[in-house]
């Protein structure tokens, strides 16, 4: 519901759970997907009462799968008196909102107490407040704005309607209805996704992604989620479109580090093969961009979860004119970015990660693959592009580096975790954890390990290299995997030997982008659909 003031209620009424920051955003300008928006009669128009209006909030009613359903209500007085009313803009038992299908029949009717049950649920009881009863003047009137994904489950692909009811005077008493807003959910194909938290705590998850209609009827859209406290697969704010993005961009979200404080802020970096806009949001909603800023390399590659020091400091590697490439360019909340600055590599990376805290080095780990070996350095830098410690190598193995993560938890020595995969054999797997500071604990191997994809039985078994992976620490320190394979089957666990679970067969349908969402109060795998749909595997 409002940002403003129902989900800080929610918030104020568990114990312990900071408050957002309260101010609302600046209205964001976005392009259509598709102008041709059916206008809907509103038959309440002309009538001399208290009306109860609904339109959408943004200019076009064609949603990608998981995008915020986002609609703005309106409560007027159209009297010729002062009236005493139930707001609609903070009150958990009212307005009610409604969804229809294509024909018409009610698909579900929710109030703001099954919001925060979605957003808060587990975190303790929500205490509701008194009845807010505010009074509108002739002519006056009071608005919020409503995300149906924050009361229900995404709805799928089709045709739908959506409207409100709002009890003007006591909850239980007669409702007054909005117009109804005809909108339709269509496929997409996700093209990027990086996944963040909303601070070091992990209260909740940021999820940014790349979307594209099937259809090409309109640009590739960025879209950002936040997910409810403690529960990925649930939303508390999103899937919010941030605008038109080039279709070869590739994403990166920054992160709070573990000695920073949550401000419920966030960067999202869209990356193309030569350039990047740093896009400011406030829980999802767009604050401020820079402009598209150009990097002096080739195929800029993003590095994950870049510092969020109140400013961002976003890192990447790509191929310059003399050679591989660190760049770098650090980005203030309001004004003008840093110079972009650059840092010479022994070799090019395939990919890399970074661990910090709020001041002081910034420590990069890349991993370089000629094809025989692989060489993994290390290189420090300040947030001007210094270098505090000249690139070292820290390892060569023969195997094939799958994955790299960073473990930056709270009140915890920071580490980086590899993960490496014999190259003929791929569950043939060995975990490497490189500290910051001092020796690194001895290798632990895991080979082979069960569950890890395969086609095939008994001695014709054949283990199948992972088309997609990613790995993440848990708050408990234990490094965990979600995985697909090239026939599109999920699967994910903990990297401690025991097997990996089947999280999904696909059904038919590819698993896309895996991710592991390691919060405070659950581990979430998840994937996207070849429909643009998140598929949550639940907790592990």
């Known amino acids: 519901m409002s940002r403003r003031s129902l989900l800080v209620v929610i918030l104020a009424g568990l114990p312990g759970c900071p408050s957002p920051r309260p101010e609302k955003p600046p209205p964001v300008e976005i392009k259509s997907m598709d102008t041709s928006s059916p206008v809907v009669a509103d038959p309440q128009a002309d009538r001399r009462e208290v009306v109860l209006k609904a339109a959408s909030k943004t200019a076009s009613t064609r949603f990608f799968p998981e995008q915020a359903a986002a609609f703005d209500l309106t409560l007027k007085n159209q009297t010729g008196a002062a009236e005493a009313v139930l707001a609609i803009d903070g009150n958990m038992t009212t307005p009610l909102v409604r969804a229809f299908d294509a024909k018409g029949e009610l698909l579900f009717e929710k109030s703001g107490g099954d919001m925060g049950e979605r957003i808060a649920g587990g975190m303790g009881p929500i205490v509701p407040p008194p009845p807010q009863t505010i009074t509108l003047e002739p002519g006056g009137s009071e608005s919020l704005w409503v995300n149906l994904w924050t009361y229900h489950e995404p709805l799928h692909l089709g045709a739908y309607g959506f409207e409100a009811a ?213 290189v420090d830098v300040d947030e001007s592009g210094a270098v505090i410690s000249p690139e070292q190598v820290v390892r060569t193995t023969p195997n094939r580096v799958i994955a790299l993560a960073v473990d930056m938890r709270p009140r915890a020595p920071q580490s980086f975790v590899i993960l490496e995969s014999n190259r003929t054999m791929p569950d043939r797997l060995a975990l490497t954890r490189l500290p910051l500071v001092g020796a690194p604990p001895p290798i632990v191997a895991l080979a082979p390990l069960g569950g890890w994809p395969a086609e095939g039985e008994n001695a014709a078994r054949r283990a199948l290299p992972a088309e997609a992976i990613a790995v993440e620490v848990g708050l408990d320190g234990l490094p965990r995997a979600a995985l697909t394979d090239a026939r599109g089957r999920l699967f994910g666990g903990a990297l401690d030997g025991t097997p990996l679970a089947l999280l999904s067969d696909g059904g038919g349908a590819k698993a896309l982008f895996p991710h592991l969402a390691a919060m405070s109060a659950s581990i979430e795998i998840a994937c996207f659909t070849e429909e643009g749909f998140l598929f949550h595997a639940g907790g592990h």
């Open 166 to 378: 709002h009890h003007l005077k006591a909850a239980g008493g007669p409702l007054l209805v909005s117009n109804r807003i005809p909108f339709e959910i269509v496929p997409a194909r996700v093209l990027s996704a990086a996944l963040g938290y909303e601070s070091s705590t992990r209260m909740a998850s940021t999820l940014a992604w790349i979307a594209a209609p099937k259809d090409d009827r309109a640009a590739p859209r960025l879209l950002v989620r936040l997910s409810a406290f403690g529960n990925h697969s649930s939303v508390q704010q999103g899937a919010t479109d941030l605008g038109e993005v080039p279709k070869d961009a590739r994403l990166s979200v920054s992160q709070i580090p573990p000695d920073g404080k949550a401000n419920w802020l966030g960067w999202v970096a869209v990356v193309t093969p030569h350039g990047v806009e740093l896009v400011r949001h406030n829980m999802t909603q767009l604050m401020t961009r820079t402009g598209p800023l150009a990097l002096p390399i080739a195929d800029a590659v993003p590095i994950p979860r870049f510092p969020d020091r109140q400013h961002a400091v976003f890192l990447a590697t790509g191929r310059g004119a003399s050679g591989p490439l660190l760049v770098g360019v650090a980005a203030p909340p309001s004004g003008a970015p840093g110079p972009v600055w650059t840092v010479p590599l022994g070799a090019s990376p395939q990919m890399a990660v970074c661990a910090f805290g709020m001041s002081g080095p910034i420590s990069v780990l890349l991993s370089s693959d000629d094809g025989q070996s692989t060489r993994v350095s290390r």
